[in-house]
């Protein structure tokens, strides 16, 4: 089973930018389909972007389209999520997710793997 260890939350303020950064262990990391899920205070966790196993495939959230970006270098075996243009909103814990499988998807449910999380707030 894959290892994920996600790093780069912080706290900025509104309209600042940040990267999240997902390292995967344990396996062939180019077998796996990747994913960024976040969950808010009292709110269930929801898809933020998923990417297929060569980059070549990207989705991202309504909410986040156009201030983030997902992307991969599979040669550091490493999934990011630029965020951009980050608004009070985004406030929540980020995870990594990976699924194995070539195909990307928005369902947290397909995912077998989870990362720990990392803390992101925005301030106004």
């Known amino acids: 089973q894959v290892q994920l260890v996600e790093s780069g939350g912080g706290s900025v303020q509104a309209g600042g930018s940040l990267r999240l950064s997902c390292v995967a262990s344990g396996t062939t990391f180019s077998r796996y389909s990747m994913g960024w899920f976040r969950q808010a205070p009292g709110k269930e966790r929801e898809f933020v972007a998923t990417i297929n196993w060569n980059g070549g495939r990207t989705y991202h959230a309504d909410s986040v389209k156009g201030r983030f970006t997902i992307f991969r270098d599979n040669a550091k075996n490493t999934v990011y999520l630029q965020m951009n243009s980050l608004k009070p909103e985004d406030t929540a814990v980020y995870y990594c997710?990976?699924?194995?499988?070539?195909?990307?998807?928005?369902?947290?449910?397909?995912?077998?793997?989870w990362g720990q999380g990392t803390q992101v707030t925005i301030s106004s």
């Open positions: 997710a990976a699924r194995e499988s070539l195909i990307p998807t928005m369902e947290s449910a397909d995912f077998g793997s």
